[in-house]
């Protein structure tokens, strides 16, 4: 059983920067592929960004390419989300979740269903 908890949400401006964190519990297989998904009110679930366990791949949304960067440390087991520029469409929960993706990341990475493990999520607000 893999524990996931986010952490570094809060209210930002337009312009501003953010960095999510996700820790995973000191026992979790650091294996898994992590990733970020986001929900904005009255939104389906979004996929933002994965990583892969060695942290050698990753995948970006389109909507957040060139804004956006994950990273992970292998050591502690805690996966980040650099958010910069960001944007009232931004707006949203984030969750990270971790799941076994075998090969490249993209396009697998974006789908909920690859995902065996989720957090409770953290809220981003960006005002404009």
């Known amino acids: 059983q893999v524990q996931l908890v986010e952490t570094g949400g809060g209210l930002v401006q337009a312009g501003d920067s953010l960095t999510l964190s996700c820790a995973a519990s000191?026992?979790?297989?650091?294996?898994?592929?992590m990733a970020w998904f986001r929900q904005a009110p009255g939104k389906e679930r979004e996929f933002v960004s994965a990583?892969?366990?060695?942290?050698?791949?990753?995948a970006y949304a389109d909507s957040i390419k060139g804004r956006f960067t994950i990273s992970r440390d292998g050591v502690d087991n805690i996966m980040y989300l650099q958010m910069n520029s960001l944007r009232p469409e931004d707006t949203a929960v984030y969750s990270c979740?971790?799941?076994?993706?075998?090969?490249?990341?993209?396009?697998?990475?974006?789908?909920?269903?690859?995902?065996?493990?989720w957090g409770q999520g953290t809220q981003v607000t960006v005002s404009s």
């Open positions: 000191p026992r979790a297989d650091i294996s898994y592929t």
């Open positions: 979740a971790a799941g076994h993706i075998i090969g490249p990341l993209a396009p697998r990475a974006a789908g909920h269903h690859e995902y065996l493990y």
């Open positions: 990583i892969s366990w060695s942290g050698d791949d990753t």
